[in-house]
């Protein structure tokens, strides 16, 4: 119903094949830890994304910037301490485009997820790992 209702809101790229990967290969009830867009491949796909934007999460009555501040000590983890935290936040999936964005401005260290983490999904936009 999103995607029917705001018809002008462009979806860029091909993030069907991620919509469709993140609806096959998980759990309903898994979290990622995600770019917080407004119509992100996430929530398309029935899933939950930790962050989102501000607006979801301070009508439900959650301090953004509390999240805020979470969610990047994930997106720029520099020590398996941060996994921690991850996994006690319920998260079990991370999703880190693989391009510059300008509504993504952490500073991600690209070699520690692929150090520490499994990847289950790449393309040309993004690439998941799993905690």
């Given at each position: ?19 469709e990967w993140i609806k ?5 009830n898994s979290i990622f ?99």
């Open positions: 119903m999103a995607v029917k209702n705001d018809f002008r809101y462009p979806i860029a790229g091909n993030s069907n094949n991620l919509i096959d290969s998980t759990p309903r830890a995600g770019p917080a867009q407004l119509l992100d491949p996430i929530t398309l796909a029935g899933r939950r994304n930790f962050l989102g934007p501000s607006y979801y999460l301070e009508v439900m009555g959650y301090d953004y910037a509390d999240r805020a501040g979470l969610v990047k000590t994930f997106f720029e983890a520099n020590s398996p301490e941060v996994l921690v935290r991850m996994r006690a936040n319920n998260i079990g999936y991370v999703l880190l485009p693989t391009t510059p964005r300008d509504d993504f401005s952490y500073t991600i260290d690209t070699l520690f997820y692929p150090t520490h983490l499994s990847k289950v999904y790449e393309d040309a936009q993004y690439e998941v790992y799993k905690l």
